[in-house]
């Protein structure tokens, strides 16, 4: 599955991806709880299929890096920016042991889940880990369950993430500026997992803590299941826009039926503290070629917040025109625009 991953950062990132997902299979098959063996299958594409109650252990290692920045890994100097995907089904516990191999305090803080005070990842729970500290957080999960009055509670599934919430203030406020921020899902079973995944942070003028040019380039082959994850972070407001694919606003992004209600949408509200995630089919309907994802304040995007998904030929060759828009994107100058403000009764 090479992709020509634009960069070496992009590479780690990919590698990760795919040895997490690999742990999500394995707890579906093998239960990773030393209890009894279910059989289950998650070929990509299809419906997702796990063991009830799965408990994993994963290890995670806060880790120092270049420009004064931060970010989670689950190896040894395998940290990024934005952290590995964390993935689990409802019903589900992660063990998560995060080793904090820097300087500073910091914490790994969860929304969307289940977890007692004491793995808040918060100072205000005294949840967090001191300078070279090593501490376990436990994240649980379960499943909608019905209610009186014909209705229904919830869920934990849906596109979630974690941050650091200790570092620099008790909000966490510098270990998400420096890259202390990653993506998380709770899957229901029957889901469909996709073939590629692709987590896109919103941090102030960032994207995953870059600027255009050097955003993240995303690829995928022509028809192949796209999932994407966006995260918003920092002070600002946005909106997350997709060239030429759209989604239904909901838990997937997928309609379930001929009469879902769903709204389909290509741009959706990126704010703060705010995550959504959804599925497409790379090319569908449109074709290969360069497409663009970016902030729709159209402020932000003239100041680098944009970048590209790359949608490969079927066989993975680059299709006609797209290295052309790609040296077009680098060699863009990415800088506010000016306002133009026309005076008087003349057209």
Not at 81 to 91: A, H, R, T
Not at 143 to 150: C, F, L, N, Q, V
Not at 233 to 243: E, K, M, N, R
Request: glycine fraction near 12%; proline fraction near 5%.
């Amino acid at each position: 599955m090479d992709d020509n991953v634009v960069n070496a950062d992009d590479d780690k990132q990919e590698h990760q991806q795919l040895r997490r997902r690999s742990l999500l299979a394995a707890a579906g098959v093998l239960g990773l709880t030393g209890g009894a063996v279910a059989v289950a299958t998650t070929t990509r594409g299809e419906p997702a299929r796990a063991a009830a109650g799965v408990t994993r252990k994963i290890t995670i290692y806060a880790e120092a890096l270049p420009n004064n920045q931060f970010g989670y890994g689950l190896t040894p100097g395998g940290a990024t920016i934005p952290g590995p995907v964390l993935e689990m089904y409802e019903g589900d516990t992660l063990e998560i042991t995060l080793v904090n191999t820097t300087s500073q305090r910091l914490s790994i803080h969860p929304h969307g889940v289940d977890y007692s005070t004491d793995s808040d990842g918060a100072p205000f729970n005294g949840s967090f880990n001191a300078p070279g500290e090593t501490r376990t957080y436990v994240w649980r999960s379960h499943e909608m369950t019905a209610a009186a009055g014909r209705r229904f509670m919830p869920g934990s599934a849906g596109y979630w993430h974690y941050h650091d919430h200790a570092m620099g203030t008790d909000h966490g406020t510098a270990g998400l500026v420096r890259g202390l921020y990653g993506a998380l899902i709770v899957r229901r079973r029957g889901d469909i997992l996709p073939d590629k995944q692709f987590t896109v942070v919103f941090n102030d003028m960032l994207i995953n803590n870059k600027a255009a040019p050097d955003t993240p380039m995303f690829e995928a082959n022509l028809g192949q299941r796209v999932e994407w994850i966006a995260i918003g972070h920092g002070s600002l407001f946005h909106t997350f826009h997709l060239h030429a694919h759209r989604w239904a606003d909901n838990r997937t992004g997928m309609l379930e039926s001929l009469t879902d209600p769903s709204q389909v949408i290509d741009n959706k509200d990126l704010n703060p503290g705010s995550s959504f995630g959804f599925q497409v089919l790379a090319g569908e309907a449109v074709g290969p070629g360069a497409w663009m994802y970016h902030c729709h304040v159209q402020s932000h995007s003239d100041t680098g917040m944009a970048g590209i998904f790359l949608v490969r030929n079927a066989d993975g060759s680059m299709p006609p025109g797209a290295q052309e828009a790609i040296d077009r994107f680098k060699g863009h100058q990415h800088k506010a625009a000016a306002t133009h403000v026309h005076e008087g009764s003349g057209s």
